[in-house]
T-cell receptor, first 115, second 116 residues
Framework: DSGVTQTPKHLITATGQRVTLRCSPR?????VYWYQQSLDQGLQFLIQ???????AKGNILERFSAQQFPDLHSELNLSSLELGDSALYFC??????????????FGPGTRLTVL | AQKVTQAQTEISVVEKEDVTLDCVYE???????LFWYKQPPSGELVFLIR??????QNEISGRYSWNFQKSTSSFNFTITASQVVDSAVYFCALSEARPGNTPLVFGKGTRLSVIA
């Protein structure tokens, strides 16, 4: 168990809809990352938050957005869903305050199916 | 730009055989981290190892060993006496080493099947 939790585990929805994926980082971790794993694109970085602020942006579509709340949990919002958004979405966390860069630990993922 | 290449898409071995998974990386950074993660059929990503770019010592952990060679930009992973439970997709990844952590750049993964 990595200590990172993600809900829900599975999500099935229709095209055009909007969903929210939730992530709770390991206790004490300040950074949260979102990654997308699809068959054609592999594992791709979407966005990173550090202590509530956006730190880095990857291949994240404009239809997607994220935020990190004061309690450090994060949500990834996916809107106007398309069939191609079907994927496994991972959250990872790292970075204890005052410590050097460390390993990213991953949650179990949310499998999104868009029908 | 950073890039990780895992040329072996799929490998199949018989139980108890040794197997090496290759990883070649590209980066302009002088300091960076290299990682291996395992993704079993259940789907989660399990951290296996992190190696700092200035530490070229090879590492052994039980049946697992890692060979880091900066001269060839490679970070290969060997499983000795493979077992069926080793069947998984293995990902090599790279990140910059700077404060605040940086995102991981993953290879495409190598699917390992260990046959009993």
């Amino acid at each position: 168990d990595s200590g990172v939790t993600q809900t829900p585990k599975h999500l099935i929805t229709a095209t055009g809809q909007r969903v929210t994926l939730r992530c709770s980082p390991r206790s004490g971790d300040l950074s949260v990352y979102w990654y997308q794993q699809s068959l054609d694109q592999g594992l791709q970085f979407l966005i990173q938050y550090y202590n509530g602020e956006e730190r880095a942006k990857g291949n994240i579509l404009e239809r997607f957005s994220a935020q990190q709340f004061p309690d450090l949990h994060s949500e990834l919002n996916l809107s106007s869903l398309e069939l191609g958004d079907s994927a496994l979405y991972f959250c990872a966390s790292s970075q204890r305050r005052g410590l050097p860069p460390d390993t990213q630990y991953f949650g179990p993922g949310t499998r999104l199916t868009v029908l | 730009a950073q890039k990780v290449t895992q040329a072996q898409t799929e490998i199949s071995v018989v139980e108890k055989e040794d197997v090496t998974l290759d990883c070649v990386y590209e980066t302009r950074d002088t300091t960076y981290y290299l990682f291996w993660y395992k993704q079993p059929p259940s789907g989660e990503l399990v951290f296996l190892i992190r190696r700092n770019s200035f530490d070229e010592q090879n590492e052994i952990s039980g049946r697992y060993s890692w060979n880091f060679q900066k001269s060839t930009s490679s970070f290969n992973f060997t499983i000795t006496a493979s077992q069926v439970v080793d069947s998984a997709v293995y990902f090599c990844a790279l990140s910059e080493a700077r404060p605040g952590n940086t995102p991981l750049v993953f290879g495409k993964g190598t699917r390992l099947s260990v046959i009993a």
